[in-house]
């Protein structure tokens, strides 16, 4: 198997394409190698290079060979800056393709590049994350053509939603699978003794109610109603802290410095309450030190990875009704308009039920579950993954 990455760069996607390959190497019965077409990009105010990636890092030790086409380059809305590809480039990428008896397309943006004339032919399963195929740039075009190609052979989508969308967007019913996402419930859990050294690493008393909002800054995340919410709470919750983490969730992004002072203007010492803590590597100790886990998205989203790490370590979801968002949360948490005030009261509401809302959390782990979600990937990549591109022209699967 080859998965063929846009670039290593925060966000939820990644982290789940790559526990998958995880997953699936760990099982024995495949072999995995990974294709970036960047290897560092700069997005959301930040300089991510494909080496520090904590997927990156994880694919590496865990003996999955990760390769690059080298492009370094600023993205605009999630699309592949170029789509016209050096000799070289083309080169590198037949190679790794040869290789390979299925290819996996991390969303349908690396298209792109397997669209190109003259690469060798291998069924491509393209793994759907959003659910906004139309904002996606040329990418739903370079999807539509794939299938047309007949390279196309599956899209797995995260969600419902992700389903729904794409089957209005004009991709044929029979190609969507939908495998919902999962966690590692063995990283994921409730745990005391990291909330404890968490809160005392950042100076948080330990009674203090505490709301994180991990995502990266994008203007599908609608992090001015995010702050416009947490000005109100924290000026009801005298203790309450904010953690913000994730891609341009520090302070030398100019962009959020701004919007922070439109929704705190004169009020500073409840803006500094807000913490910015930037892409962190120990998330599951993060959403245990949290009571709530927040989203306040206005598009895009499918299957929120983070409200299914945040309810796992204990954290109660509130969140906008987005994707299958309002679905994940149902009997777990609240789901809110997009309206500060009632953001802020849903916090203060799910603080106060955080006791009560604990045993239905602890009885859907195994919804969430990791080893569910892989196997399912395996059963799906079993299928489709006997030899249909060998001799140059499609034959009939057996």
Not at 139 to 149: M, R, V
Not at 161 to 181: D, F
Request: hydrophobic fraction near 45%; charged fraction near 20%; aromatic fraction near 4%.
């Amino acid at each position: 198997m080859l998965s063929v990455y846009e670039g290593f760069f925060s966000g939820g996607a990644r982290i789940v394409h790559s526990d998958v390959v995880l997953g699936l190497m760990e099982g024995g019965r495949q072999r995995h190698r990974v294709l970036s077409v960047h290897a560092e990009v700069h997005r959301e105010a930040t300089r991510q290079r494909m080496e520090d990636d904590t997927c990156y890092r994880a694919l590496t030790a865990g003996g999955v060979p990760v390769a690059s086409l080298g492009r370094s380059a600023g993205l605009v809305d999630g699309a592949v800056a170029a789509s016209v590809f050096s000799g070289p480039e083309l080169a590198e990428t037949a190679r790794a393709m040869a290789g390979a008896d299925v290819i996996l397309s991390l969303k349908e943006q690396p298209l792109a590049l397997l669209n190109q004339a003259g690469l060798p032919r291998r069924p491509v399963v393209v793994c759907l994350h959003r659910s906004d195929p139309e904002n996606q740039g040329p990418a739903l075009d370079e999807l539509k053509a794939a299938i047309a190609d007949g390279t196309v052979v599956a899209c797995v989508c995260c969600a419902e939603s992700t389903r729904a969308a794409y089957l209005a967007a004009g991709i044929p019913a029979a190609l969507l699978h939908v495998i919902p996402n999962g966690v590692d419930l063995l990283r994921f859990r409730p745990d005391a003794e990291a909330r404890h050294a968490l809160r005392a690493s950042l100076g948080i008393p330990a009674a203090a109610p505490v709301v994180v909002f991990a995502a990266r800054y994008a203007e599908m995340k609608n992090v001015p109603l995010l702050l416009r919410a947490a000005r109100l709470w924290l000026g009801r919750e005298t203790d309450g802290q904010v953690l913000m983490c994730g891609a341009g969730m520090t302070g030398e992004n100019p962009a959020l410095w701004a919007d922070i002072e439109v929704a705190f203007g004169a009020d500073r010492a409840l803006a500094e309450r807000v913490r910015l803590l930037g892409v962190r590597r120990d998330m599951p100790a993060v959403y245990a030190a949290a009571d709530v886990v927040a989203l306040t998205s206005s598009s895009g989203e499918a299957a929120p990875l983070c409200l299914i790490e945040g309810m796992m370590c204990g954290a109660v979801p509130v969140t906008t009704d987005v994707g299958d968002a309002a679905a994940l949360a149902a009997g777990h948490g609240f789901v809110t308009p997009p309206d500060p005030g009632a953001v802020a009261l849903a916090w203060s509401g799910a603080i106060a039920g955080r006791a009560d809302l604990g045993p239905a959390l602890a009885r859907s782990r195994e919804r969430f579950s990791r080893t569910r979600m892989i196997a399912a990937y395996a059963a799906l990549l079993d299928r489709v993954g006997r030899p249909v591109f060998r001799s140059g022209e499609p034959q009939q699967s057996p």
